[in-house]
């Protein structure tokens, strides 16, 4: 299994920035797909979730509006849309593929927002 995450960087505030997550050893189109981050010295928070077909999303109060999570399991991908960013998104990124007993982690992808 393995999961590439791409799309991190600085921007400034109000600002946006699109994550990838680009998965190969496992049968993407039947994983739901969540994306998380940590911050220095918080915990990890679960950001966004998607459903293994694409029907369902979730999103955390906090970027609620301003996130958009999606996939293509034609192309084994998925993706973090992040708009209207604050500071307080800084943190490292996390996709992450989970059905039953099986769990995988990207490697995550640092995001700063920051003028």
């Known amino acids: 299994v393995q999961l590439v995450e791409s799309g991190g960087g600085l921007v400034q505030p109000g600002g946006s920035l699109r994550l990838s997550c680009a998965a190969s050893?496992?049968?993407?189109?039947?994983?739901?797909m969540r994306w998380h981050r940590q911050a220095p010295g918080k915990e990890r928070e679960l950001v966004a979730s998607?459903?293994?077909?694409?029907?369902?999303?979730n999103y955390a109060d906090s970027v609620k509006g301003r996130f958009t999570i999606s996939r293509d399991n034609a192309k084994n991908t998925g993706a973090l849309q992040m708009n209207s960013l604050k500071p307080e998104d800084t943190a490292v990124y996390y996709c992450?593929?989970?059905?039953?007993?099986?769990?995988?982690w990207g490697q995550g992808t640092q995001v700063t927002v920051s003028s």
């Open positions: 992450n593929f989970g059905r039953g007993g099986y769990d995988y």
């Open positions: 050893g496992f049968t993407f189109s039947s994983y739901g």
């Open positions: 998607i459903s293994s077909s694409g029907g369902s999303k």
